[in-house]
């Protein structure tokens, strides 16, 4: 994408509004195709509270307030797109709705913890193969900030696929199982649930 790049909303309180994302590659929005098969996956509610990690400049946690959940926390390290978030809630009108932390995922994921939240719904969109599909599934701390139904979404590279084998060699223990895969073209969309202790 080149110049100043826009997705939009697809349903809810702010369908079709215009938001920017950032050209080149450092920040790869979820597609609206892929977008609205996911979110017709989802049986979201008004009491919902959702955690939106590398959210880049939105486009996940924004589409899920406007479909009328409860709340939204965004996590996003660059200054570029935190910035571009910070202009997309305000002219969605959901600042009151949200919650904006620019630091590292992992770092902000414990201190989550330590607050004692909890998430019914949590979207994980890192970049690509950059391993952190599997550092996900290994943190000590993100079964603890998610409810006991909850659900986590990663979506990621047909090339970096969560190995939860690899997990439990690595950590002695399984925190997730998978639930359902989507494929679309070299993008992966995956669904998991906490193990039940």
Known sequence: MEGDAKMRIIAGSAKNKRIKTLPGEKVRPTSDRIKESLFSMLNLNS??????????????????????????????????AFNTLKENVRVCRFENKSELIRGDVYNCIKKLKNQEKKYDLIFADPPYEQNHINELLSNDYLPDIITSNGLLMIEHSSKELPNLEEVCEVKK?????????????????????????
């Open 47 to 80: 009491s919902m509270k959702v955690l939106d990690l590398f959210s880049g400049t939105g486009n996940l946690g924004i589409e899920a307030l406007s479909r009328g959940v409860n709340y939204c926390t965004f996590v996003e390290i660059s200054r570029t």
């Open 173 to 197: 223990t399984i925190k997730w199982s998978i639930i359902k895969q989507k494929v679309y073209g070299g993008t992966y969309l995956t669904f998991l649930i906490k193990e039940v202790k």
